[in-house]
């Protein structure tokens, strides 16, 4: 089973930028970022597949951008434009999928904490 561990969270002014990574044990079809805030489900946040293929939520389309390295095994996630409500522990995910909808990630890091403040 592939391991993931994330970095690169912090607490930020709304407005700033925070660039997450996930580095992988192994290299998995399809990668995506998760976050789970406090009190609330863990929510979809993007998605890259093999051929990098890119998925986004409505709340982070054009603010967020999901991308991975040429050996596919690490992950980022730049943020930009932060807000208060983007606060939540962000976990690294992957998939046997090579374009996984939401429902085919199968196995998620620790996850990094990202705060935001107003």
């Known amino acids: 089973q592939v391991r993931l561990v994330e970095s690169g969270g912090g607490s930020v002014q709304a407005g700033g930028s925070l660039r997450l990574s996930c580095v992988a044990s192994?290299?998995?079809?399809?990668m995506g970022w998760f976050r789970q805030a406090p009190g609330k489900e863990r929510e979809f946040v993007a998605s890259?597949?093999?051929?990098?293929?890119?998925k986004y939520s409505e709340a982070v389309k054009g603010r967020f951008t999901i991308s991975r390295d040429g050996a596919k095994t690490t992950l980022y996630l730049q943020m930009d434009g932060l807000l208060p409500n983007d606060t939540a522990l962000y976990s690294c995910?992957?998939?046997?999928?090579?374009?996984?909808?939401?429902?085919?990630?199968?196995?998620w890091g620790p996850g990094t904490q990202v705060t935001v403040d107003s």
């Open positions: 192994r290299r998995p079809l399809g």
């Open positions: 890259i597949g093999w051929r990098d293929e890119t």
């Open positions: 995910a992957s998939s046997p999928y090579s374009n996984p909808e939401v429902r085919q990630f199968t196995t």
